[in-house]
Nanobody, 122 residues
Framework: QVQLVESGGGSVQTGGSLTLSCAAS????????MGWFHQVTGKEREGVAL???????WYADSVKGRFTISKDNAKNTLYLEMNSLKFEDTAMYYC????????????????WGQGTQVTVSA
């Protein structure tokens, strides 16, 4: 049984930093594309940052230069380092995994975590 468990969310002031973690079990992260999505209440879930099994990454324009995605395959853990946080980064952040990059990129990943809340205040 695959499980993705996020942690590291919280409240931070504008300009601050947070690092999210996603611990995966039941799958080998080396062979999966994984990523972070966020969702604001009332809006659709959107991709934030993705990384494939070879370490190739993708970022939403809104976070380029501020967020960094990484994956430790030895620990089966995905990370999202978030710097220079803005109020508009406030959202629930979800970890996702799929064996197919395009399925993940489309937001239709097979596996999802429960989410961790990030709140950025002025």
């Amino acid at each position: 049984q695959v499980q993705l468990v996020e942690s590291g969310g919280g409240s931070v002031q504008t300009g601050g930093s947070l690092t999210l973690s996603c611990a995966a079990s039941g799958l080998n992260s080396k062979y999966y594309s994984m990523g972070w999505f966020h969702q604001v209440t009332g809006k659709e879930r959107e991709g934030v940052a993705l990384i494939d099994g070879d370490g190739v990454d993708w970022y939403a324009d809104s976070v380029k230069g501020r967020f960094t995605i990484s994956k430790d395959n030895a620990k089966n853990t995905l990370y999202l380092e978030m710097n220079s946080l803005k109020f508009e980064d406030t959202a629930m952040y979800y970890c996702a995994a799929d064996s197919n990059w395009y399925t993940l990129r489309a937001g239709n990943a097979r596996y999802w975590g429960q989410g961790t809340q990030v709140t950025v205040s002025a």
